[in-house]
């Protein structure tokens, strides 16, 4: 673009003028050709000079596009043009920012209405499972440990041999006979639900931990009194310690409530049992969780153990894969309690968090 002096200096350009504004602000008309119109594009820029008004200080260096057209400018017409660009450029109203918001919009596009469809889960479809005909029967997917007839599915926890606790009329009941000792499922288990039904005994003696006393071990990891268990005690009426009364994961965790019957009658335990998962050097990956109903009432709400369950030192885990489940004969002098109803559901992995 070529540029002349003002009017009062006599020459001029249809290429460009040069204008001396009140301010004596200096401002250039000027055209540039069109790629995609057969007409100049006219425009004023703000040049060099003495600062313009105030008002306009924030439009130095800024451009406003005149027009498009077939026509050259005339001198009275540039002259007329020249002298309306530069006035809007000195009005703060036409700046930049103020142009570009009084141009219309587009309309935004309206987001899409959400449709039931998108949080709809149509598989994998759950495979059926019939109910048993009560809550404490079992459902038929269940494996049964325990049928009212035989002693099948368990062995001596000491050296494996053939179970030989009492069953009658039903029942399995305690033998505390030096040499028989605790029994234990033959089949092994991760993550399962498990029920399992037990009495003590009407006229039952004794007080505290030796008051029918017995243990139900979610996992057997060794002879004896290994692994974690879940405590069998009459409870109603009888006082010991809080981690040790029935309901409680032994010496780890006391029950949220104490729902116990009184004896003679027949109390239940539901469960749902998450088995620890290790690291290949033994280190704990994940803990035991164990949720717990005792009657039919929450005790044990997803409580992480600490490890294995110990009458006696800080509980510490010992890395297995599967374990047997465990019923406790303990050595206490009251009478042997019983056993009915046992069945258990493997679960999936899923590890506790």
């Known amino acids: 673009m070529r540029s002349v002096a003002g009017p009062s200096q006599g020459k001029d350009t249809l290429l460009g003028r040069s204008y001396f504004g009140a301010a004596s602000s200096q401002y250039q008309l000027g055209c540039i050709p069109h790629k995609k119109v057969a007409a100049p594009l006219f425009f004023l820029c703000k040049t060099s000079g003495p600062p313009p008004p105030a008002a306009s200080r924030r439009l130095r260096a800024r451009c406003i596009l005149i027009s498009a057209m077939k026509i050259h400018l ?206 290949t050097d033994g280190s704990v990956a994940t803990p035991a969780c164990v949720t717990a109903f005792f009657n039919g009432v929450l005790v044990q709400n997803h409580f992480k153990l600490t490890g294995q369950t110990l009458y006696i030192g800080k509980p510490f885990y010992k890395a297995y894969s599967s374990a047997p489940i465990k019923l406790q004969a303990h050595g206490d002098q009251s009478q042997p309690i019983s056993f009915r109803n046992i069945w258990v559901r493997p679960l999936p992995d899923a590890p506790c968090n």
Request: glycine residues 8%; charged residues 15%.
């Open 74 to 279: 005339s001198r009275a017409l540039s002259h007329s043009l020249l002298a309306f660009a530069a006035a809007a450029l000195a009005a703060p109203t036409l700046t930049a920012a103020t142009l570009a918001a009084q141009q219309p919009k587009p309309e935004a596009t309206k987001p899409e209405a959400p449709k039931p469809e998108a949080t709809e889960q149509w598989t994998p479809v759950p495979p059926v499972v019939t109910p048993g005909a009560t809550d404490a029967a079992a459902p038929s997917d269940a494996m049964i440990l325990f049928n009212g007839h035989d002693e099948s599915q368990w062995v001596s926890a000491q050296d494996h041999t053939p179970a030989r606790w009492q069953v009658h009329d039903g029942i399995l009941t305690v033998v505390k006979a030096p040499g028989v000792g605790n029994i234990e499922t033959i089949r092994k288990f991760r993550n399962y639900q498990f029920h399992i039904e037990w009495r003590i005994p009407t006229g039952i003696t004794g007080s505290g931990q030796a008051r029918g006393n017995s243990g139900v071990f979610l996992a057997s990891t060794g002879p004896g009194d290994d692994g974690y268990e879940l405590q069998v005690l009459d409870s109603y009426g009888n006082t010991t310690y809080v981690n040790g009364q029935a309901g409680s994961i032994y010496k780890q965790s006391p029950p949220l409530v104490n729902p116990a019957r009184k004896p003679g009658q027949w109390q239940t335990y539901d469960v749902i049992w998450t088995a620890p998962t290790f690291h």
